[in-house]
């Protein structure tokens, strides 16, 4: 496609004006310079097309590379080009970009900050090319050979998980207990959760009650950490980051010894691991069953499994001890760590944060960084936004920290955004 530049219809606007002013007055010397302009003009144009016909805009970029959503990786373009102006149709993914023009060839360098996992490419580039007097401009389109392919967050935090397994018990093995505290004071009793030792039992509480009740000591109401979450998104690409933040806690409470019980808000029930391995499982087996990326992706980095083996591996813990929580209090702990997009189930959130605050008791909550990414429908998309914006102002207000997923991922690891 060929257009007029601004100084060519500067050019041809002078042309109009003189043969007009010719038309008017039969002055001769206006015929001889509209003459000369429209010379000028076709020389320009007829020279330009022959060049352009010769010679094509050349891109020999290939790339074709696979990398985890936080890299990013420097990326450079090369363009050959006779009479190149601009280049057009650089992806948004491309940050820091600039374009060198240095006679025919321009250079294109930036770097990769991709916004959620998957296959991002660039097919075309799209040059503007000048003619030689500048008067006319053409858009070819070039060929380009740029793959990346993105790997979910969360399948690295799988791997570690997986790799942490076989340090404490082989692939397996019982595990390791998870590190607590010691014992303190009795402070109260409660019914009996999966995983509770029968030590702990209040056998009066329980004849009182006719229920099953243990005691509940200071350790376990000040210290500790209620892991509370919802492995719930609009789009696989927010959910990614849910569950990358589940299985990074997860990992980060393990190696500083601090004794975890999940709560899974969108089904009301607790789990409470009895050692590091049941952990890491329970997070395992939560991840994977939320379906963000493909089993083939993990048999890359491990030995493959049969579908026998594969349901061994999921359930080979007691996850059927996981108990209906109808109160509150039954799961929250001194520190409670809530990771959420904010979007469902609202009201319960919005009065678990209430009810912790008149406890006087920690709550941190991590969340998507975008919770509408990756939702083609522009309204369901505002509409999201609006929800997390309210919700997070609500809670913030509550003098309760909210924290985006990429803004802590650093701290959980040597990933950096």
Not at 39 to 64: A, K, M
Not at 88 to 110: F, H, Q, T, V
Not at 315 to 324: M, P, V, Y
Request: glycine content about 6%; hydrophobic content about 40%; overall charge positive.
């Amino acid at each position: 496609m060929i257009r007029i530049t601004s100084r060519g219809f500067g050019v041809i606007v002078s042309l109009v004006i003189s043969l007009t002013l010719y038309l008017t007055a039969f002055e001769q010397t206006l015929i001889y310079i509209s003459l000369i302009i429209l010379i000028l003009i076709s020389i320009d144009l007829i020279y330009s097309t022959i060049i352009w016909s010769g010679s094509r805009c050349e891109c020999t970029c290939n790339v074709e590379r696979k990398l985890w959503i936080w890299e990013a990786q420097p990326i450079e373009i090369e363009v050959k080009c006779r009479g190149i102006l601009d280049v057009e149709g650089l992806p948004n993914w491309i940050r820091d970009r600039k374009i060198e023009i240095n006679g025919d060839l321009a250079k294109i360098s930036g770097k990769t900050v991709f916004p959620h996992f998957g296959e991002f490419s660039i097919n075309k580039l799209t040059i503007s090319r000048k003619s030689i007097l500048n008067l006319f401009i053409k858009k070819e389109s070039v060929n380009i050979n740029v793959n990346y392919k993105v790997l979910p967050e969360s399948l690295y935090w799988v791997l570690r998980a997986l790799n942490i397994l076989r340090e404490v018990g082989g692939e397996y093995g019982y595990g390791l207990h998870v590190k607590g505290v010691g014992r303190a004071y009795y402070h109260s009793t409660r019914e009996y959760i999966p995983g509770d030792s029968l030590k702990d039992v209040d056998w009066k509480a329980t004849l009182r009650t006719s229920k099953l009740m243990v005691k509940v000591f200071e350790d376990e109401v000040y210290g500790g950490l209620s892991l509370i979450y919802d492995l719930r998104g609009p789009s696989k690409y927010v959910l990614d980051e849910i569950a990358s933040a589940l299985i990074s806690s997860t990992i980060y409470a393990i190696n500083e010894g601090i004794e975890i019980s999940f709560t899974n808000i969108s089904e009301m029930k607790r789990f409470k691991p009895i050692n590091i391995r049941e952990s890491l499982m329970y997070v395992i087996r939560e991840v994977l069953e939320s379906k963000i990326f493909d089993l083939k992706e993990v048999y890359e980095y491990i030995e493959p499994l049969s579908t026998r083996e594969l349901n061994e591996f999921l359930t080979k813990i007691g996850f059927n001890r996981s108990l209906e929580c109808k109160d509150k209090i039954a799961y929250l702990s001194n520190n409670n760590l809530l990771i959420s997009t904010l979007t469902y189930n609202v009201n319960e959130i919005i009065d678990l944060a209430e009810e912790i605050r008149r406890l006087n008791r920690m709550l941190t909550i991590i969340t998507a960084s975008k919770p509408y990414i990756g939702i083609r429908n522009l309204e369901e998309a505002y509409r999201i936004y609006l929800t997390f914006n309210n919700v997070t102002s609500k809670i913030r207000n509550m003098n309760i920290n909210v924290i985006p997923w990429r803004a802590i991922r650093g701290k959980y690891t040597n990933v950096k955004s």
